[in-house]
């Protein structure tokens, strides 16, 4: 009953954010698609990946059925995977966003970043804010190479997807991409410059991005918390079925254990008279 009070609130965010922060990423695709700014920004700079960092969206609780597992699965698999050679040279490093991911790398060897870890006591967007300009600072003075977050993704109460995303650098829209593609025939009057636009816009636009994702997990995990104690309660009532089956049964075998003693003891009174 909490989780689906807090479901509500955290769904009515996360539905009016998600059509601006589309919107806003369209935007600045279509702008750097149709131009060369974004090459000469240092959010959208391409560069040889020494150093990666990963932002692991997790929740601060538990008891919410795979939440936390699906998202620490495919980080393990990324760092087996993709990653795995920057991994073995420990040029890898983890910013938990929730306890949970703070709770379970701190006993691997793993570099952590732990300043970020208690955000959804009280999510607001000046936090998620903090966690996009460290990131981007710390891309900006080449800290970091790529900058990539992993969270669950909110579709319904019992459906969350986990998504990979790279954050920095700012991903190009492809020639081959529907964005790119519509891009040559949308035409925007840019005022005070194209310039300055795009520079607002691409901060904006990541911080903007980063708070989605934030507010996708919250929702996604009180949604898992429902199902997994809608699942719980379900569980335990078929429990208490089977054990109050059983102790009935019990009962019924000693009560007749108990009838056939007296019967045989009475028998063998009256047979000895």
């Known amino acids: 009953m909490v989780a689906a009070a807090k479901l509500r609130r955290a769904q009515d965010a996360i539905t009016r954010m998600r059509p601006y922060a589309q919107k806003l990423s369209e935007i600045l695709q279509n702008v750097s698609a149709a131009s060369a700014q974004d090459a000469e920004n240092i959010y959208a700079e391409q560069r040889v990946v020494n150093r990666v960092l990963i932002i692991a969206v997790t929740s601060d609780k538990g008891l919410a059925g795979a939440f936390n597992a699906n998202i620490l699965r495919r980080i393990r698999i990324m760092l087996e995977g993709d990653y795995r050679t920057y991994a073995e040279q420990g040029n890898v490093e983890i910013l938990p966003v929730g306890k949970k991911a703070l709770d379970f790398y701190r006993r691997r060897e793993i570099k952590l970043q732990t ?5 959804f006591s009280n999510l607001t967007f000046d936090k998620a804010k903090g966690v996009a300009e460290f990131a981007m600072d710390a891309f900006a003075a080449k800290t970091y190479d790529k900058v990539v977050v992993v969270y669950n993704e909110f ?3 019992a459906t969350q997807i986990v998504r990979e995303e790279q954050l920095l650098p700012i991903v190009r829209a492809e020639e081959t991409d529907v964005t790119a593609a519509n891009s040559a025939n949308t035409d925007y009057i840019y005022e005070p410059t194209k310039e300055e636009i795009v ?3 691409i901060p904006k636009s990541i911080k903007i991005q980063l708070y989605k994702a934030l507010l996708d997990s919250a929702a996604s995990e009180h949604g898992a918390r429902m199902t997994a104690m809608d699942k719980a309660t379900d569980n335990a009532g078929e429990l208490l ?4 089956l059983m102790y009935n049964r ?5 009560i007749t254990t108990e009838i056939l003693e007296i019967v045989a003891g009475a028998e063998a009174l009256s047979s000895s008279k």
């Open 115 to 119: 300043q970020f870890a208690d955000l």
């Open 155 to 157: 579709v319904n109460v």
């Open 199 to 201: 520079q607002e816009l």
């Open 241 to 244: 079925k089977e054990l109050k």
């Open 250 to 254: 019990t009962r019924q075998a000693a």
